[in-house]
């Protein structure tokens, strides 16, 4: 496997994250004539055709036989039986890259030919912005090599880490389904806005620059967030007010409930897909 950048890639699905997935690669410096996506939707597939120079088809087998790479963005209930449909046309030593949430390699692996070098990704939707963090995790033939080549691929799309694949279904519930806590907490942030009076303009500009940079200093301080939320807070002033009242309503023991409930979702859908 080289790790030059004109590999042929095909991506199966051109949903939220075959997109991502297309436009991280044209941001690596691939060429839109390597990169395929196949989409079973025909205006689906001229969309993406159009708006990245890409080849998109709705036909996976064909699609795959080309490829050095092959990326899964299907939903998971979708995987199975398009491993099936294409498992006789994976050319050996393609590299599998998947983005599917919850099944484990083994899964890939016991659908591929013998010896498939599969790497698992999970990956969120900043990404598109290349402001993503995914954590990729090496399957029983995945040399370092393709690893290297999983990171060159999603260069352009932010943080990306190395795991043990036993962490996948965590880093699903932190990073992977992240982005929509954190959405979750601008629109409440917003609505509490409007609640005090202030227009939904405003409010909403107020509300996703506050969280943007809250989050910009976390990162550039390197400071504990305990740290800077006691700089924030005034002795007798209004953010301890504010963050009693998040402890009284329990917010953070929310959080660490909707993780294990995302954590445990994934394991789910392993099992769901496995019937
Ligand atoms: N969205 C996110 O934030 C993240 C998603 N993921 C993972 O990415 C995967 C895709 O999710 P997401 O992009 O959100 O989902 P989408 O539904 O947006 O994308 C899936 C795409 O695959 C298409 N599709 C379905 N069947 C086939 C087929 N047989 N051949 C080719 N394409 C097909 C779907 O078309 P149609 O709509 O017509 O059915 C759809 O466009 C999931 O496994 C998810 O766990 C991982 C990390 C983050
Ligand atoms: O909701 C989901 O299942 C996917 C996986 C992580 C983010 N979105």
Redesign the pocket.
């Known amino acids: 496997m080289t790790t030059q950048q004109n590999v042929r890639v095909a991506v199966?699905?051109?949903?939220?994250?075959?997109?991502?997935v297309v436009s991280a690669l044209l941001s690596a410096g691939w060429s839109a004539d390597d990169v395929d996506v196949?989409?079973?939707?025909a205006s689906?597939a001229t969309e993406l055709a159009q708006r990245y120079g890409v080849n998109a088809s709705?036909t996976?087998p064909d699609t795959v036989r080309h490829a050095q790479v092959v990326v899964?963005?299907?939903?998971?209930n979708?995987?199975g039986?398009?491993l099936e449909?294409v498992a006789g046309s994976v050319r050996p030593g393609t590299l599998v890259v998947?983005?599917?949430?919850?099944?484990p390699v083994a899964f890939y692996e016991q659908r591929l030919p013998e010896g498939t070098p599969v790497v698992r990704?999970?990956?969120?939707?900043p990404a598109v912005i290349g402001h993503g963090a995914s954590a990729i995790a090496a399957g029983t033939h995945a040399t370092d090599e393709h690893l290297a080549l999983v990171e060159r691929i999603l260069g352009a799309t932010g943080l990306v880490v190395r795991v043990a694949e036993k962490d996948l279904d965590a880093v699903?519930a932190i990073s992977?389904?992240g982005?929509?806590y954190a959405f979750y907490v601008i629109d409440a942030l917003a609505e509490a806005g409007v609640l005090l009076g202030l227009t939904r303009d405003l409010a909403s500009r107020l509300a996703v620059a506050t969280i943007e940079g809250a989050a910009a200093l976390a990162q550039q301080s390197g400071e504990h967030p305990v740290v800077l939320r006691e700089r924030v807070s005034s002795p007798g002033g209004t953010t301890v007010a504010g963050v009693r009242a998040l402890d009284a309503h329990g917010v953070r023991a929310g959080i660490l409930a909707a993780a294990e409930a995302a954590r445990d979702r994934s394991r789910e859908?392993a099992a769901e897909s496995d019937k």
């Open positions: 199966l699905g051109g949903g939220v994250m075959g997109e991502t196949t989409e079973q939707y689906r709705d996976n899964v963005a299907l939903k998971p979708v995987v039986p398009v449909e998947t983005v599917a949430a919850g099944l990704v999970m990956p969120n939707t699903t992977g389904s982005p929509a859908l």
